[in-house]
């Protein structure tokens, strides 16, 4: 999977990122009670609107191929840090007549999600200056 590049710049105010990936433009900021100006999603919400967007899509996509009837969904995210690293809470609601079977398949399914696969892997991140 190749992601496309994402350039992120901080201009005159102190926190405001802005983030562009060649087609589409956004901001990411921190809330006021940490100095920014809260205009947008701060970091943590934007990694997990990925997992969320990701899951809803995949599950969508998964359920009209097999002609399920999966009316809507909802996905509600929370992350929290310990000493043993990062714990993401998803919890995700289904909404439809489905039956158990296909509950469970779509559950296996959103584990199976490219942004789960890659937050639950090994992770690398290669940084460097450009001059």
Do not use: F
Request: hydrophobic share 40%.
């Amino acid at each position: 999977m190749t992601a496309p590049t994402v350039i992120a710049t901080v201009g005159e105010s102190d926190y405001q990122v802005h983030l562009d990936d060649g087609t589409h433009q956004w901001i990411a900021d921190e809330p006021a009670s940490l100095g920014g100006g809260n205009l947008g999603p701060e970091p943590a919400s934007l990694l997990l609107s990925s997992l969320g967007a990701c899951t809803n899509i995949t599950l969508r996509m998964y359920a009209k191929r097999k002609g399920w009837p999966l009316e809507s969904l909802r996905v509600a995210l929370s992350m929290k840090s310990t000493a043993d690293g990062t714990i993401i809470d998803r919890q995700i609601t289904l909404d439809g007549p489905l039956d158990q079977e296909q509950r469970e398949r779509l559950l296996q399914i959103a584990n199976a999600c490219p942004m789960h696969k890659v937050l639950s892997g090994a992770i690398r991140i290669d940084s460097g200056l450009v001059a």
